[in-house]
């Protein structure tokens, strides 16, 4: 169609009346309408750029009745559009077909790759040619991956390439190898969670929240409660909570009622939003979060404190929460309190395969409790306390960096890139060389990221198989 109408705009601007156009004004092999609900005859080459609408966007962008639908067609669940297109092409193709499709680059991420190019790889599919990631060239601020495939093809592909690179294969994460993904290890669930989402303005002043936190009768200090968001941890010098929020956690409306003070701010600012949402039925208590985490709050019983960290940035920040601080959706939390385990997940061998194992936005990482942390083997050393010794003194050196000068981690890690608190920058390498040690592994292995991430794989396969006991929580 391209090129009818550029030569027809030729032939007509230049007067080229003896110059035939092209016969392509047959368009009768041009359908319009919905690609995914209409049937694909069955074909040698299919070539398509699917729209872009993440998976939390899709009921907004497409309806409930449509989501359902996708749910129901495809029986995958919600995930980003561009992934149903993907299933699509592969099942259409015939036997020694080519496809070449443009996704957002969740394809190969998480959730959106075990409905897309797994499946693809799994039937009979191999990656020919592929960018991993890239800018898209339009206004949509996405990054995009570019996949070709071959469905079962007679032969083995001459040359296969990614990101220009000439490999001997592409795995369906879009790296190098036949690498197959990490397994969810049994003893690593239910301790990390993304925090809590109240769904509504739940948020209260901070000069009424401090007034009625001094109230002891009721004692409103048990739910207006500090509320940790991802940037009081990337950019608060004290990685502390900037503002308060009404939370009843699981509590019942005569319960809450307790608490009327803070029941009448919430019934005002909250209510109306929560009962007039999409979301309201997976929980219609108005009152309380939408998504209040009560077994998250039921693994803190005994904990002196827990672990928060950032859900999504350029960096992968941790810092230590007193149980009475409310950790948002922005923020991933986990039922931890040792020092052993903050020196685990701050140190290079956890951050490197949380970076590689997590999905990102734009070029930020999205740390994902369920493929990063599940996935991750712990050490079990017999002694804990080298670890957990220099993450206290890690802690205090930054702490008291970021104190003085008033600055947050986000900050303070940039000037250490470049260069600065050299004390700083070799605490940190004498936390990852602790690790390796736990593990078992040489000292250079907690520089290499590629190394470590290969040797955490095994390691993740062998506990899996049952061949490595397993219980580093115990």
């Known amino acids: ?25 047959n368009l009768s092999g041009i359908v319009r309408g919905d690609a995914l609900k209409i049937e694909w005859p069955r074909a040698d080459a299919i070539i398509s750029n699917p729209p872009y609408h993440g998976d939390r966007r899709l009921r907004g962008e497409l309806g ?30 015939v036997a020694g077909g080519r496809a070449g499709l443009v996704g957002t680059n969740s394809i190969s991420q998480n959730r959106g790759r075990g ?8 039937n009979g599919g191999v990656i020919t040619n592929a960018i991993s990631s890239q800018d898209w060239s339009g206004e949509a601020a996405v990054d995009v991956s570019i996949v ?6 007679m032969n083995a592909p001459p040359k296969i390439a990614l990101d ?95 608490y009327p ?20 039925s997976r929980n219609p208590r108005w009152w309380q979060f939408l998504w209040p985490r009560p077994v998250f ?65 734009e070029n930020r990482i999205r740390y994902t409790p369920s493929s990063a942390f599940e996935t991750f083997p712990f050490p079990q050393p017999s002694d804990k306390e080298p670890i957990a010794e220099v993450s206290r003194r890690l802690i205090a050196r930054r702490s008291e960096i970021c104190l003085e000068r008033q600055i947050g981690l986000t900050k303070l890690y940039n000037e250490v890139d470049d260069g600065a608190y050299r004390d700083l920058s070799e605490l940190h390498v004498a936390l990852d060389e602790a690790v390796a040690a736990a593990y078992g592994w040489p000292a250079s292995a907690a520089h290499d990221p590629q190394e470590s991430n290969r ?9 899996a198989a049952g061949r490595v006991p397993y219980d580093p929580f115990r």
Request: hydrophobic share 40%; with cysteine.
């Open 1 to 25: 169609v391209t090129l009818w109408m550029g030569q027809k705009q030729a032939v007509d601007e230049l007067g080229l009346d003896h110059e035939q156009v092209l016969p392509l004004t």
């Open 64 to 93: 409930d009745d449509y989501v359902e639908w996708l749910k129901a067609e495809f029986k995958v669940g919600v995930k980003d559009y561009c992934v149903y297109w993907f299933r699509k092409a592969h099942d259409r193709l």
């Open 115 to 122: 409905a897309s190019l797994d499946y693809v790889v799994e």
């Open 148 to 153: 070709n495939w071959v469905k079962r093809p």
């Open 164 to 258: 220009g690179t000439v490999v001997e294969s592409i795995a369906s994460s879009l790296r190098p190898g036949q690498e197959r993904e990490p397994t969810r290890l049994t003893k690593n669930a239910r301790i990390a969670y993304q925090g809590m989402l109240p769904g509504a303005n739940y948020l209260v002043d901070a000069m009424v929240a401090k007034r009625l936190r001094m109230t002891a009768h009721p004692p409103y200090a048990e739910v207006i409660r500090p509320y940790l968001v991802g940037d009081d941890i990337a950019n608060d010098p004290e990685q502390a909570p900037s503002r308060y929020i009404v939370d009843f956690g699981v509590r019942s409306l005569e319960e809450a009622m307790g």
């Open 261 to 280: 003070d803070a029941l009448q701010i919430i019934g005002l600012q909250a209510r109306h939003d929560r009962e007039t949402s999409r979301s309201y």
């Open 297 to 361: 709050r039921q693994r803190l019983s005994g904990l002196s404190r827990y672990l928060a960290g950032t859900a999504t940035g350029k960096r992968i920040l941790f810092c230590w929460c007193d149980l009475s601080t409310v950790a948002s959706n922005a923020t991933n939390v986990f039922a931890l309190d040792d020092d052993f385990f903050f020196g685990i997940m701050t140190s290079r061998p956890h951050t490197a395969w949380a970076a590689t194992r997590s999905s990102t936005l």
């Open 455 to 463: 040797l955490l794989l095994e390691l993740n396969r062998e506990i």
